[in-house]
């Protein structure tokens, strides 16, 4: 590796070991000193930096306010499978394509971006929660907004619930679409009072979430709901600065055999310009083209811009921050750290090092954080209500257990990558997680506790709670 890095032979490099009475071979592991020694003989400048320093600028470049200007909403639409996230995304695709004089056509690239009154709004292009929280997982937030979709004929199933969870963990505003009141089973009202038991509280129920009844078939109230979106925005008071280096997030990246690796990025600050050198994960590449949503080759991506790149050399994975960097020799620095990080990480879990619920207690009692974040799956509602209640009980004015979300059904990977994300403890009463939850929540150091006796799991989450609680004085 040190001759690589130095661009010599490797034999060459053994061979001055061998002049100075060492036998090394390649594979073997030498002191910083030692390299630098050599280094310096075979007429190289060694810089010695910290792993901290690879990654430095990167992702923290602090703008100043005056550099900032408002960017445009992007938005998620999330809810019950069925409920019509598909037909609401499709339908307002459909019912505002931004003009183009090209008059390109409609690409599917996991994003797209329409205007309204002037105003651009980004649509992400994959429904439901579970893309949001695995981005979520990686590091990246890339929704302002989510339209949470109930079909008023249904009203609010559980996978409403886990959206709803999953914004509020997010932290991301939610606008209510009621969908499919042109059916004759429509009870609109019905879905505003069964929002109110999930604490969204929309406006004629005397909150402030906005709501707008719609039908994604009919096209009904389209119009609308982008108003309520563009005035969500407005509330929010979205900037970015774009006379900066980009900085942004993959949305979705596969390999494309005409093209090469493709990733769709939506660019979060800053410009994109084509001939940009960027880091995406793990991946590197030069810009060679950017390709938008209606197949239009552009110069340049400005913030809320969602773009194909060509040119990387390989897959990023969708979640994985991207951020431009100054030349090529940087761009390899920072990727082969952290290909070289993710295979120490691998190797680490493979010797058995995970979490546990004791070791996430005691990080939890180092941060001082006084709440018990839990994410508990059970088998029917009954039990989830009665764990809950259960589990209220516990709290002292000190310590309390913090219910990230709740609900029947077996352990998913979202609910792995919510735990992961609100560094929560996960929980499953008579079920169990499938084998891509099982597999996320390994690689991700979280410790699955089963139980089937709702007192065993009460008595855990409260002796792993009085770790928590400061010791008497
Ligand atoms: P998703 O699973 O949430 O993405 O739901 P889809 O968009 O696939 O819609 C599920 C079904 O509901 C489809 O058969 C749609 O045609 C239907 N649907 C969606 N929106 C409406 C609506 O506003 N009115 C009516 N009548 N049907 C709708």
Redesign the pocket.
Known sequence: ELAQRMSERAVDVVKYFMKQGQIIKPGDVIDADTAELIAAEFGHTVRRVAESDIEEGLFDVADREEDLRPRSPVVTIM????????????AIRNANVVSSESGGITQHIGAYQIEKDGQKITFIDT?GHAAFTAMRARGAQATDIAIL?V?ADDSVMPQTVESINHAKAAGVPIIVAI?????PAADPQKVRSELLRHEVFVESMGGEVLDVE?????G?NLDKLLEAVLLQAELLDLKANPNRTAEGVVIEAKLDKGRGPVATVLVQTGTLLVGDILVAGSEWGRVRALVNDRGEHLDLALPATPVEILGLQGTPQAGDRFAVVNNEAKAREITEYRQRKARDKAAARHAGQRGSLEHMMSQLQSSGLKEFPLVIKADVQGSVEAIVNALAELGTDEVRARIVHAGAGGITETDVSLAETSGAAMIGFNVRANPQARQAAEQAGIDIRYYNIIYTLVDDVKAAMSGLLSPER
């Open positions: 809810g019950h499978v069925d409920h019509g996230k598909t037909s609401l995304l499709d429904p979709v079909a969908n499919k009141i042109d059916k719609v039908s994604a078939t009919k009904t």
